[in-house]
Nanobody, 125 residues
Framework: QVQLQERGGGLVQAGDSLTLSCAIS????????MAWFRQAPGKEREFVAG????????????SYADSVKGRFAIFADSAKTSVGLMMNNLKPDDTAVYYC??????????????WGQGTQVTVNG
């Protein structure tokens, strides 16, 4: 089993930066993809950013939702013990609960085996 725990959420002003972190523990031998999703009130959970460590598309390939390209950056350690999300130039539309996810295969859908409980990010305009 794999456990994920997010940290770093909070209340910020528009234009501020914030970095989320997610500690990964347990049997990670079959974890080859890590991602961040978010869910705003009244909306569906959506893909934000992900890392594909399988090597199928190049080791460490990063993907981003169009809404965060150029502002957010995902990073992970080689030991698969943590994944982070650096968020710059935050906007009120970024307000959501942010979840980290991990699993055997990279996807932009919610088809990940392991999920954290989420951390709230609120951006005041």
């Amino acid at each position: 089993q794999v456990q994920l725990q997010e940290r770093g959420g909070g209340l910020v002003q528009a234009g501020d930066s914030l970095t989320l972190s997610c500690a990964i523990s347990g049997r990670t031998f079959n974890v080859y993809a890590m991602a961040w999703f978010r869910q705003a009130p009244g909306k569906e959970r959506e893909f934000v950013a992900g890392i594909d460590k399988s090597g199928q598309r190049g080791v460490g390939t990063r993907s981003y939702a169009d809404s965060v390209k150029g502002r957010f950056a995902i990073f992970a350690d080689s030991a698969k013990t943590s994944v982070g999300l650096m968020m710059n130039n935050l906007k009120p539309d970024d307000t959501a609960v942010y979840y980290c996810a991990a699993g055997p295969r990279f996807t932009t859908t919610q088809n990940y085996a392991y999920w954290g409980q989420g951390t709230q990010v609120t951006v005041n305009g």
